[in-house]
């Protein structure tokens, strides 16, 4: 791999560490980080346009290198992208980044993480049936209420710039990589924030955000009840063929609930949100 790089980059390195996202580097005083990818040139040359365009409000992502053959190279049978890092602090982000990102809107064509899971949530569906989980009608009907929401709002304004997942506990130097990078809805990070705390035990959702609109609350507010984290422990069941942890999940699901019927009321009160019976009426579900 050292030859590698120094053909692709020109960089002479000593020594790689390896680790669990990326390998990392330095040369010259300068750190590395090198990430399997499976990404086009053309996507990562979308990635550096909006980099680049990010710098013109101080919001600094880390750099993608180009190498001789592009954004990426190939090292036996994978890709490779070499990121160079402008942060590299282990502190935790501030709400406010999170608040400055998602102001940036940018007209280019991304794919989003929940229509990833949407899919997900489709192709798997039928095969459901032969895995032992707990809870999978509560979460799916969950999940069919967030992408009715999602439907109601219409696909416009999903232009601004967001992560694939953000979390509670996210670190400044992977907030500010560049291969996370997605364009939707702008309560897209601080719904995922504020689910992620929720994991965390912090149930105070993020609710006091005077600036966003009815559609923002709205796609904030579906965002949230999309359970993916559910999903995401769903996925690793069918991949590693192991079963829930049921007293877990049965705990999530009843302090989730409890969480999305008082988010629900506290919108309810300041804009016209669809009516949710079962959000109203905590006798019917």
Known sequence: MKEKIYEEYGYRVDYLIYKKEYISFETHGEKYMLFKTDYSNEKLEQLNMIVNYLDNYAIFFHQIVISRNGFIFKYGNEKYVLIKPRIVSERLIAINEILKLSNININLNINNY????????????????????????????????????????????????????????????????????????????????????????????????????????????????????????????????????????????????????????????????????WLININNF
């Open 114 to 277: 929940l229509d990833e899971k949407i899919d997900f949530l489709e192709k798997y569906l039928a095969n459901y049936e032969n895995v032992e989980l707990e809870n999978l009608n509560y979460f799916i009907g969950l999940s069919e209420n967030a992408i009715s929401l999602f439907n109601i709002i219409g696909t416009e304004n999903r232009n601004f710039v967001a992560h694939k997942r953000i979390y509670y506990n996210e670190k400044a130097i992977d907030f500010y990589n560049p291969l996370d990078i997605v364009l939707d809805y702008r309560s897209r990070d601080l719904a995922e924030y504020s689910k992620s705390a929720f994991m965390y035990g912090n149930n105070q959702i993020i609710i006091n955000l005077k600036y966003l609109n009815s559609n923002d609350w709205i796609s904030y507010f579906a965002r949230i009840m999309f359970p993916s984290f559910y999903f995401d422990n769903v996925d690793k069941c069918i991949k590693e063929g192991i079963l829930m942890d049921k007293k877990r999940i049965s705990y999530l699901a009843n302090s989730f609930e409890t969480t999305i019927r008082e988010l629900y009321r506290v919108i309810a009160n300041n804009i016209s949100i669809p009516y949710i019976d």
